[in-house]
């Protein structure tokens, strides 16, 4: 179970990724990533191996790919050519692990600083090996070729206009950098460069047992943590091949449904912002604070609440909590009502927005954008409903699609999705489960206080729980679910120990901002602004 | 009863040391530059908006432009590679200045202990506020901006503020 579907010759990669492209039509590259089994318990000959996985055009089926790199070479054929996403897929895997990728246009590094020296992710790389950074870097080594293959002699490129939006800047909503080439207003070309939030998550993972990993998964959508928390430990109970009660489930999703409202909140208020309407950011904003007491009394934390457990949850619900919730969606759908209300027959909100940031279905899907983004360009890809975990087929709720791309579909798209994901709340609420939250697994969950304090097999339980990890199953595998920007994925390796040889998470957002110079150049630049915040990056999922 | 200029006219006039007028009137007028990197950032959000906010204490007019700016909030996370960008942005501001530093990661880089993030960054500018958590509730956001209040009470605008800071970014 814990093992890639292909294991393939490294020369035969590209002929197998062709093949599975235009005739399995597999045509969504979801992440590639490396694997470096120096420390590995079994010895193997190579030392690096890549992953590439691979989902269908019905969104059902997903392919792992594997393929062992050359020791000396260390050199792989690119995709960057067959998928757009393989660009900054590729990049990625060089800075953290220095893979060659053959023909690859721009390999340079991504996460890392320019002047940082080594490969982060190799396991012979210390964790607290720190590489301070003097300088910023110009870009101008992306620039200057890109202007040249859109026919600027250097003469033109003089009259350019180059201007940085970010990293730190109102528009970028955290820290991406666009380096833009202006004429008039229009930009001519853009590059973008991330990195600025690299917080070495997957280092980071390596180094902690599983059950530490939960509070830095928070940190990666921080506007929609319990998704993130999900998302992770729905990964490692795959993976121990544990079934978690239904309560936990149908908590999950009840909990799970409104950190996707309160994400959504958050991006389309900050778009609306930039739009120059701040009323709007007024009207919803005061029901997210209404939702955050209430997480804050169900978990004890407002935004980095680590609720999930691997096996369960933290905490059952409280006393009252279906009233409060109630409350809270009630706000929420006063909330968007009153947005709305000012921006849905608002001409001047119509003329910014409509036909403005198009994302086309083929490019989408080419360039691995996943989520809102994608569903707004008229693709029906939900995996809630195309590969359904936790009684999500059991709920009725619809796909919101849109049928432009633009940034008026993805605005309208976040509002209708928010409707949906309370009548999924509700409909969770009314069906709510009594019994259990936690699977009873004395090697996966801390025992009761009474029975630590109480008996030395409790205290041993805990001991070696705390010190020792939960020891999951040696193998790899790779799980996703529907996060707030889209497919969520962690890929994780596990050497039979209590802690991760790998963690890679698949970070919806990365591959929609690798797209996103593509998709604004032509555009104006006020355009650029409102196109950014449309499509929700976040920076500590993108740059972890 | 007053002295001076008061015995002579009465209520209509106070007088203050021109010092103390100033500082009255800067400790209430705020200006922050958020430099909001991650988390802190989106809590940050939650002070200015309307449940906490921050317009109660005259800070409410958040300025990206740091050159309008004299109060920075170093909201989140800061990686080596961001260090530079925060430095040149706090050397864009103008004196006096104060810096608050929100949050686990930008006190002492929290539990990113790693390759990557700054251990906290005062090793590249002053900072005069901590606030802890991760992230900080937004009362204790309020609570460092009122202690800033409080400490700019004592600026001069004849005196030079002392500049003995080095970090690792200063040569």
């Known amino acids: 179970m814990l093992k890639p579907d292909m294991i393939i010759d490294p020369s035969k990669l590209r002929e197998t990724v062709l093949t599975l492209k235009n005739k399995d039509q597999f045509t969504l590259l979801l992440d590639i990533t490396a694997v470096d089994y120096l420390k590995y318990p079994i010895k193997s000959d190579h030392r690096f191996a890549l992953i590439y996985i691979l989902r269908d055009a019905s969104f059902k089926k997903t392919v792992t790919i594997k393929t062992f790199v050359d020791n000396n070479s260390l050199t792989v054929d690119s995709l960057s050519d067959i998928f757009y996403a393989a660009n900054w897929a590729e990049r990625e895997t060089y800075d953290q692990y220095g893979i060659i990728f053959k023909n690859h246009p721009n390999l340079k590094r991504v996460l890392n600083h320019h002047e940082f020296v080594g490969h982060p992710l190799r396991k012979d790389y210390a964790i607290t090996h720190y590489q301070p950074c003097k300088e910023t870097e110009s870009l101008m080594d992306e620039m200057t070729p890109l202007l040249e293959s859109k026919g600027y002699n250097a003469k033109e490129q003089d009259e350019l206009m180059l201007i940085n939006i970010g990293p730190s800047h109102p528009a970028s909503h955290g820290t991406i950098r666009n380096f833009m080439a202006l004429e008039g207003e229009?930009?001519?070309?853009?590059?973008?460069?991330?990195?600025?939030?690299?917080?070495?998550?997957?280092?980071?993972?390596?180094?902690?047992?599983?059950?530490?990993?939960?509070?830095?998964?928070?940190?990666l959508n921080y506007c929609s943590a319990i998704l993130n928390n999900i998302g992770y430990c729905k990964t490692i109970e795959e993976m121990l091949g544990l079934e978690i009660t239904p309560r936990a489930q149908f908590i999950r999703v009840i909990i799970g449904e409104l950190s996707r409202i309160i994400d959504h909140i958050v991006c389309n208020a900050a778009n609306?912002?930039?739009?120059?309407?701040?009323?709007?950011?007024?009207?919803?904003?005061?029901?997210?604070?209404?939702?955050?007491?209430?997480?804050?009394?169900?978990?004890?934390?407002?935004?980095?609440?680590?609720?999930?457990?691997?096996?369960?949850?933290?905490?059952?619900?409280?006393?009252?909590?279906?009233?409060?919730?109630?409350?809270?969606?009630?706000?929420?759908?006063?909330?968007?009502?009153?947005?709305?209300?000012?921006?849905?027959?608002?001409?001047?909100?119509?003329?910014?927005?409509?036909?403005?940031?198009?994302?086309?279905?083929?490019?989408?899907?080419?360039?691995?954008?996943?989520?809102?983004?994608?569903?707004?360009?008229?693709?029906?890809?939900?995996?809630?409903?195309?590969?359904?975990?936790?009684?999500?087929?059991?709920?009725?709720?619809?796909?919101?699609?849109?049928?432009?791309?633009?940034?008026?579909?993805?605005?309208?798209?976040?509002?209708?999705?928010?409707?949906?994901?309370?009548?999924?709340?509700?409909?969770?609420?009314?069906?709510?489960?009594?019994?259990?939250?936690?699977?009873?697994?004395?090697?996966?969950?801390?025992?009761?206080?009474?029975?630590?304090?109480?008996?030395?097999?409790?205290?041993?339980?805990?001991?070696?729980?705390?010190?020792?990890?939960?020891?999951?199953?040696?193998?790899?595998?790779?799980?996703?679910?529907?996060?707030?920007?889209?497919?969520?994925?962690?890929?994780?390796?596990?050497?039979?120990?209590?802690?991760?040889?790998?963690?890679?998470?698949?970070?919806p957002c990365f591959y929609a901002l690798g797209a996103y110079s593509k998709i604004v150049e032509g555009d104006m630049l006020a355009d650029a602004v409102i196109t950014m915040a449309s499509m929700n990056f976040i920076a500590g999922e993108f740059d972890r | 009863m007053g002295l001076g200029a008061e015995a002579i006219f009465g209520d209509s006039v106070v007088t203050t040391k021109l010092d103390k007028a100033v500082n009255w009137a800067r400790s209430y007028s705020m200006w922050p530059m958020v430099f909001g990197t991650a988390c802190c950032g989106i809590e940050f959000m939650s002070v200015a908006a309307a449940r906490y906010d921050l317009s109660r204490f005259g800070a409410e007019v958040v300025r990206f432009s740091p050159r309008q700016a004299d109060l920075m909030i170093v909201a989140g996370t800061i990686s080596f590679k961001q260090a530079p960008v925060l430095k040149k942005i706090y050397d864009q501001m103008c004196e006096p200045k104060w810096v608050i530093s929100m949050g686990a990661c930008a006190c002492s880089g929290g539990f990113y202990d790693n390759y990557t993030t700054v251990q906290g960054i005062d090793t590249i500018i002053p900072v005069d506020e901590y606030i802890a958590g991760c992230p900080p509730r937004p009362e204790a956001v309020l609570d460092a901006i009122m202690r800033i209040q409080e400490k700019s009470q004592d600026e001069s605008i004849i005196k030079d503020r002392l500049k003995n800071f080095k970090g690792y970014l200063d040569a």
Request: aromatic content about 12%.
């Open chain 1, 186 to 219: 229009t930009i001519k070309a853009c590059v973008t460069e991330i990195g600025y939030l690299h917080r070495g998550f997957e280092k980071s993972c390596e180094n902690h047992t599983y059950s530490q990993i939960i509070p830095y998964t928070d940190r």
């Open chain 1, 272 to 507: 609306m912002v930039d739009l120059g309407g701040l009323t709007n950011f007024w009207f919803i904003f005061s029901a997210r604070d209404k939702a955050y007491d209430l997480l804050s009394k169900l978990t004890g934390a407002r935004l980095t609440n680590s609720y999930t457990r691997i096996g369960g949850l933290e905490y059952d619900l409280y006393d009252g909590f279906a009233g409060d919730l109630e409350d809270v969606l009630k706000a929420v759908e006063r909330g968007i009502d009153d947005a709305l209300s000012l921006v849905e027959h608002n001409r001047i909100f119509h003329d910014r927005t409509q036909d403005v940031g198009v994302i086309t279905k083929e490019f989408a899907l080419s360039a691995g954008i996943t989520g809102v983004n994608l569903r707004a360009a008229g693709v029906n890809y939900d995996i809630r409903k195309a590969n359904p975990y936790y009684f999500y087929d059991s709920f009725d709720f619809d796909v919101v699609l849109g049928s432009h791309g633009d940034v008026y579909d993805r605005i309208m798209c976040k509002f209708e999705e928010m409707r949906q994901s309370m009548r999924i709340i509700r409909q969770a609420m009314k069906n709510l489960p009594s019994g259990e939250i936690n699977v009873i697994a004395p090697d996966v969950l801390l025992p009761k206080k009474e029975d630590v304090y109480g008996n030395i097999e409790g205290l041993m339980n805990q001991f070696k729980l705390t010190f020792e990890g939960i020891k999951v199953p040696q193998g790899e595998f790779y799980s996703a679910t529907e996060a707030a920007n889209g497919e969520l994925g962690f890929f994780v390796v596990s050497d039979g120990s209590g802690t991760p040889y790998k963690v890679k998470c698949r970070p």
